[in-house]
């Protein structure tokens, strides 16, 4: 069964900084692995998603690595903002239609 | 619409009560998903549609849970005599094809009493 961990819990830097979010996987056998973004009492955003082929994906300040064989992927974040608080979600997609979804790590960016 | 809409955003309902979820999807969108989120945690699939046809029901936690999606557009989550453990937030989800990322609702938050 797929397992998703993700580490840390939760962040907190000062405006400006950048951060590396990490997002492990049990399974390597994967479809694709998306990045989601979830401010307090909303759904869930897509940000960034890898195809298993890809090794990376990139959108504005944002840059989604993928090492498929060791099970990792990373979220990096340049520059951090205020409005970037929110809690970052990573899911693997198996193949099947479901996303296996990790418990998340709750950022806050400091003014 | 603009994007996946669902109603309502909150329920409260005594335990032992059906409720009935609603999700819009957004407009020509085939992939269609329920998933449940308990506080703390990451969501949880529960059911998927292919226009009306329902592919994967594999996520529902008992026979107290059905979903449907007659004309292959709105989605209903019906939830039968809930109990206490059934409250959590249900988020829908739809995509233009399978493969294609998810487009989320804001969800419903069910509480049960």
């Known amino acids: 069964k797929q397992e998703v961990t993700q580490i840390p819990a939760a962040l907190s830097v000062p405006e400006g900084e950048n951060l590396v979010l990490n997002c492990s996987f049990t399974?390597?056998?994967?479809?694709?692995l998306q990045w989601f973004r979830q401010d307090p009492g909303k759904g869930l955003t897509s940000l960034l998603l890898?195809?298993?082929?890809?090794r990376e994906q990139t959108s504005g300040r944002l840059n989604a690595s993928l090492d498929k064989s060791s099970g990792r992927s990373t979220l990096y974040i340049a520059a951090s903002q205020p409005g970037d608080s929110a809690t970052y979600l990573c899911?693997?997609?198996?193949?099947?239609?479901?996303?296996?979804f990790g418990k998340g790590t709750k950022l806050s960016v400091i003014p | 619409g603009a994007g996946v809409s669902q109603s309502p955003r909150y329920k409260v309902a005594k335990r032992g009560q059906d409720v009935a979820l609603r999700c819009d999807p957004i407009?020509?969108?085939?992939?269609l998903f329920w998933y449940q989120q308990a506080l703390g945690q990451g969501p949880e699939f529960l059911t998927y549609?292919?226009?009306?046809?329902?592919?994967?029901k594999s996520g529902l936690p008992s026979d107290r849970f059905f979903a449907e999606r007659p004309e292959g557009s709105v989605s209903t989550l019906k939830i039968q005599r809930t109990q206490q453990e059934d409250s959590a937030v249900y988020l829908c989800?739809?995509?233009?094809?399978?493969?294609?990322?998810?487009?989320f609702g804001n969800g419903t938050r069910l509480t049960v009493t």
């Open positions: 899911a693997v997609n198996t193949g099947s239609y479901q996303l296996t």
């Open positions: 549609f292919q226009n009306e046809a329902q592919l994967d």
């Open positions: 407009s020509g969108h085939v992939s």
């Open positions: 989800a739809s995509s233009p094809q399978v493969g294609s990322p998810l487009h």
């Open positions: 890898i195809q298993s082929s890809q």
């Open positions: 399974d390597s056998a994967i479809y694709n």
